[in-house]
C-alpha cells in the first residue's frame, strides 16, 4: 500500500527543500530536487513560505516587460547578503540556541537562515525588475512593526523548531529508518549527484558543490532522513493507512463530522462537457428511464437483492464520470455536493432509493449508503484510496504535530546576536 500523510500546516518547509539552490550540470543556477521526497508516496509537504513584500509585484504581460527607464533611473542595484560572511561568524557545531531543551548548532540555523535570505532576496530582485523598492530594514506591511531582515530570522527559528519537533516525536515513539528507507537514500542521493554534478560525479564532487553553495552535507542528510521520520512516525502511532484506527474511532469521526453516504444513477439532461441542455424530447426519455428505474429498485423488499440490482443498473445507465473513481458510492460532508442531491440523500433510510430527483446536472435515482469504516472516501495525490481510517489518522497526526510546534520554544544562547543588515554589500 502506499502512505499518505496530510500537510503540515506551519509556516516553513521542512521536507522539500534540501539543497537549496546549486549549480546544474549545464552551469545554470536551478532549484536541486528534493532528495528524501521523490513522488508523492509518503508524506505530503508544506508548500514553502513567501517572504511577503510591501508591495506586490505587478504578474508579467506580454506588455508588462520590466521598465528600462525604470532601471536606468534606480540609483544602486538592490543590496545583497553576504551569506559567506556569514557563515563564518560561528563553527559548524557551535550551540546557538535551544528548542524545548534540544540543541540548536550554527550549522542548522545558518541552513534556515540562508534558504529564506535567499528567497527574500529574489522577491526584491523580482520587484526592483518592475521599478519598485523593498529593502532589507522595511518594514512587512504599514501595520507591521517587524523588518524583512527581521522575519527571515523569525522563519529560521521556526523551521529549527519544526525538525525539531519531528526528530523528538520519533524518538518518544522509537521511531527510526527502516532498510527499504535507507536504500531509498542511497538511490536519490545518486540521482541528486548525478542531476547537480553531471554524469559520473561523485559524493566528493557533490559535498564540495554543497560547500560552494554554503550547505553542510550533515544538514542535508539530517533533512532528507527527517521525510522518513516523519512518515515512519505516522506509521508507528495510526499504521502506514491508519489500520491502527478501530472501527468505533472511523465511525465515530465520520458521524461527528455528519458524512453522508449515497450511489447514485445519474440520467443527464445537460451535455456533461459544456453544460447545454439537451432538447426536450431526450429530457422527457431520460426522466421515463429514471423513473422506470427507480420504480424498480424500490419494489425490490431485500435489501442486498436491491444494492446488488443497483449496481447493475448504475452499471448500464449512470452517466457520472465519476463512477469509475467512485463505483462503490460517495461518502461527503454538508455543502460538497448540490443541495438536490444532498436533501435527497438525507431524507433516506440506509438502502433506500429515492424517486428521480432533479438537479443541475440531470435525474437523480440515489441509494443511501450506511456509514463503514473500510469504505474509499476519497484518494490521495498518489492515487492511494483513503478510508475513514486514514482521513481520522490524518487529521490527528496533523493536529498533533501543529499544536507541539506551536506550543514549542525556541531560545537563543545567550550572547548570541544577529542583526543581518549589518553583512549587507
Given at each position: 500500500m502506499k502512505k499518505f500523510v496530510l500537510i503540515l500546516l506551519v509556516v516553513c518547509l521542512l521536507l522539500g527543500c534540501v539543497v537549496g539552490y546549486v549549480v546544474s550540470a549545464e552551469g545554470a543556477k536551478a532549484p536541486a530536487e528534493p532528495t528524501a521526497v521523490g513522488e508523492p508516496e509518503t508524506a505530503a509537504v508544506p508548500a514553502q513560505t513567501e517572504v511577503p513584500a510591501?508591495?506586490?509585484?505587478?504578474?508579467?504581460?506580454?506588455?508588462?516587460?520590466p521598465d528600462d527607464t525604470a532601471a536606468e533611473e534606480t540609483t544602486a542595484a538592490p543590496l545583497s547578503l553576504d551569506f559567506a560572511a556569514i557563515r563564518a561568524l560561528h563553527a559548524p557545531d557551535e550551540i546557538v540556541g535551544s528548542v524545548d531543551g534540544r540543541d540548536v548548532t550554527w550549522d542548522e540555523y545558518f541552513y534556515w537562515l540562508h534558504d529564506f535570505g535567499l528567497q527574500a532576496e529574489q522577491y526584491i530582485q523580482t520587484l526592483a525588475m518592475y521599478g519598485q523598492s523593498l529593502s532589507w530594514t522595511d518594514k512587512l506591511s504599514a501595520d507591521s512593526e517587524q523588518t524583512l531582515a527581521e522575519y527571515v530570522i523569525e522563519l529560521t527559528q521556526d523551521c529549527t523548531k519544526q525538525l525539531a519537533v519531528v526528530e523528538a516525536v520519533a524518538e518518544e515513539n522509537d521511531v527510526t529508518l527502516t532498510a527499504e528507507n535507507e536504500e531509498e537514500l542511497a538511490e536519490q542521493l545518486q540521482q541528486t549527484i548525478t542531476n547537480t554534478c553531471g554524469e559520473g560525479a561523485s559524493e566528493e564532487d557533490f559535498n564540495a558543490l554543497l560547500e560552494e553553495e554554503l550547505l553542510?552535507?550533515?544538514?542535508?542528510?539530517?533533512?532528507?532522513?527527517a521525510n522518513y521520520l516523519f512518515q515512519n512516525s505516522f506509521d508507528a502511532l495510526y499504521g502506514e493507512n491508519g489500520e491502527k484506527v478501530s472501527d468505533e474511532t472511523a465511525l465515530a469521526y465520520l458521524t461527528e463530522n455528519d458524512y453522508l453516504g449515497a450511489s447514485h444513477i445519474l440520467f443527464a439532461t445537460v451535455d456533461l462537457n459544456t453544460f447545454?441542455?439537451?432538447?426536450?424530447?431526450?429530457?422527457?426519455?431520460?426522466?421515463?428511464?429514471?423513473?422506470?428505474?427507480s420504480a424498480e429498485l424500490r419494489a425490490i423488499e431485500d435489501v442486498n437483492e436491491r444494492a446488488a440490482r443497483f449496481a447493475e443498473l448504475k452499471e448500464q445507465y449512470c452517466e457520472d464520470a465519476g463512477k469509475s473513481s467512485y463505483p462503490d458510492g460517495y461518502y461527503f460532508t454538508p455543502g460538497t455536493?448540490?443541495?438536490?442531491f444532498e436533501d435527497g440523500t438525507r431524507a433516506l433510510e440506509e438502502y433506500e432509493v429515492s424517486e428521480p430527483i432533479l438537479s443541475a446536472y440531470g435525474y437523480h435515482v440515489i441509494m443511501r449508503l450506511p456509514l463503514s469504516a473500510e469504505f474509499t472516501m476519497e484518494y490521495s495525490e498518489a492515487g492511494t484510496p483513503l478510508t475513514a481510517r486514514a482521513l481520522y489518522a490524518n487529521e490527528q497526526y496533523n493536529a498533533m504535530m501543529t499544536g507541539r510546534i506551536e506550543s514549542s520554544v525556541f531560545t537563543l544562547r545567550e550572547g548570541f546576536e544577529l542583526d543581518l543588515t549589518e553583512y549587507l554589500k
Open positions: 510591501q508591495t506586490e509585484a505587478p504578474a508579467p504581460t506580454e506588455t508588462a516587460e553542510s552535507r550533515a544538514m542535508y542528510d539530517r533533512i532528507s532522513r447545454e441542455p439537451l432538447d426536450d424530447e431526450t429530457v422527457a426519455q431520460k426522466l421515463r428511464q429514471a423513473e422506470a428505474v455536493m448540490v443541495t438536490e
